[in-house]
């Protein structure tokens, strides 16, 4: 099945119990059962609901996995997956991941007795120098955000595999449809399915898909047991935003292309991350290991001050975190999404007060330059 059959088809695409074309919302929390512990495969909707059941394997297909997990968000899902190791347990993470990871990480699980090191993953040599005799297991993020960093999956999950880690791949920014990390290697695969999966800025949800069963029936006593599920009525509208994923992602990519080539050579703009741009350092890797390069771009006009200048004159890209949406978002990553990193650490990183960063959506791409054009334009005067 290609690409875009598997959307429409994989899964569970129709309602084992009615037929219904559209799997239902079985607003439901508990099952009758026929005698004590005689049920249809349900009993109660944390541990299982049809409507999060048919999701859960529509992205289990979809990721190539053996199961698939669906949580109230991302991090809840994060949340679960990190919830797998034990008190004394070392992870190895991406040092430019999702905000959120960074925080559960260092406040949260830190706490717990789970310690992590941030590595430059894009470069094996510094993963093998985090290791420790404790080490369970490498956590990546690619491309990452909003640098658009590209970690080599089929290489570093080798790598992983030689050392007995566990390789967990944070595939939100790529999805399914440009990139499948389970296919290269990795062990579990995690999404804010908030963003490209549901694609309409209407779902807050998380997902995560696991390579075998034995990680599955693991993952799913900690789902079970710690209860962030996501509930029925959200799950519809998950499967709801998934068949169009393929033409969604299509069209972003497309309107990322047109907004690349012209930012390319505008003198407002210093610097441009997009993996599909050949001066981007893992270009190479990037065409090899993803279908697509995706929607999302990073600029630097130098200052903050420019940045909030270009901002306020667009009319076609709303001022807002998150990204995956139809509709264009634009951001100032250093005071948004990654404020709560110190400054000495982002610019480190390469996030500087000046760095905007967009999530093309799927408007006409014509429109999309021509305000970006006038907006610029104003700046210069
Ligand atoms: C948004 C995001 C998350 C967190 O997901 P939520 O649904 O907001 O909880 C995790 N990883 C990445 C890459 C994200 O963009």
Known sequence: ?????????????????TGAVSVPIYQVSTYKQDDIGVHKGYEYSRTGNPTRHALEQYIA???????????????????????????????ILTDDVYGGTYRIATKVLSRLGLSSTFVDTTDLDEIEKAVKPNTKAL?????????????????????????????????????????????????????????????????????????????????????????????????????????????????????????????SGHPVVKNIYYPGLES?????????????????????????????????????????????AVESLISVPAKMTHASIPKERREELGITDGLIRISAGIEDSEDLVEDLAQSFNINEI
């Open 1 to 17: 099945m290609k690409r875009k059959t598997k959307l429409i088809h994989g899964g569970i695409p129709i309602d084992p119990h």
């Open 61 to 91: 297909d979809l990721e190539e996995g053996a199961r698939g997990f669906a949580f109230s968000s991302g991090m809840a899902a994060i949340h679960a997956v990190f919830s797998l190791f034990n008190s004394g347990d070392h992870i």
């Open 139 to 263: 956590f990546v993020e690619t491309p990452t955000n909003p640098l658009l960093k590209v970690t080599d999956i089929a290489a570093v999950s080798g790598w992983a595999k030689s050392r007995k880690l566990l390789f967990i791949v944070d595939n939100t920014f790529s999805t399914p449809y440009w990139q499948t990390p389970i296919a290269l290697g990795a062990d579990i695969v995690l999404h804010s399915a908030t963003k490209y999966l549901g694609g309409h800025s209407d779902v807050v949800a998380g997902l995560a898909v696991v390579s075998s069963g034995k990680l599955g029936e693991e993952l799913h006593f900690i789902q079970n047991a710690t209860g962030g599920v996501l509930g029925p009525h959200d799950s519809w509208l998950l499967i709801r935003g998934l068949k169009t994923l393929g033409l969604r992602m299509e069209a972003h990519e497309h309107n990322a292309r047109e907004i690349v080539s012209f930012l």
């Open 280 to 324: 981007h350092p893992q270009h190479e890797l990037a065409k090899q290991q993803a279908r697509g390069f995706g929607g999302i771009i990073s600029f630097d006009v130098g200052s903050s001050q420019k940045a909030s200048e270009v901002i306020k004159k667009l009319k076609y890209f709303t001022l807002a975190e998150s990204l995956g």
